[in-house]
């Protein structure tokens, strides 16, 4: 049986930060515990890291650093949401700028035009 063209449609929304390549939860990403937003200064979830419990951040401020003590603004390269909500990333701080949702459960090892320019994110919805 052929498949029907609603399927190509629902796959597409999945991609909702534009840019970006979804891939399944790898094995460097799982080091990241329920509940947490981690982030990664480097792609495919490498170098110093932040596994982050707050639901939101009006800006990654001079107070927010990596595990190896650089700062986190536009400094996030990868990041897994592995919080049980959607999340809201943006370029600006108090949630303004450039946004993209990071659907519950998803990982990015890359980000494309968001690399290195977070700066707060919220809970979506
Ligand atoms: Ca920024």
């Known amino acids: ?10 796959v ?9 390549f979804a891939v399944p939860v ?7 515990t329920a509940g947490k937003f981690c982030v990664w200064m480097d792609n495919d ?3 110093p890291t932040k596994a982050i419990a707050n639901t939101q951040v009006p800006s990654f401020d001079s107070t927010w650093k990596f595990s190896d003590g650089s700062f986190i603004n536009d400094n996030i390269s990868s990041f897994y949401n592995n919080t049980g909500h959607d ?13 993209g949702v990071i659907r519950a459960g998803m990982s990015y090892a890359s980000i494309g035009e968001f690399n290195d320019t977070i700066t707060s994110f919220t809970s979506a919805g």
């Open 26 to 32: 790898a094995a460097s990403a799982a080091t990241c």
């Open 12 to 20: 597409a929304a999945v991609g909702v930060i534009a840019g970006m």
């Open 1 to 10: 049986m052929r498949m029907k063209p609603v399927i190509a449609a629902a």
């Open 45 to 47: 979830y490498l170098g």
């Open 87 to 99: 999340i809201v990333v943006c370029a600006d701080v108090n949630y303004k700028g450039a946004k």
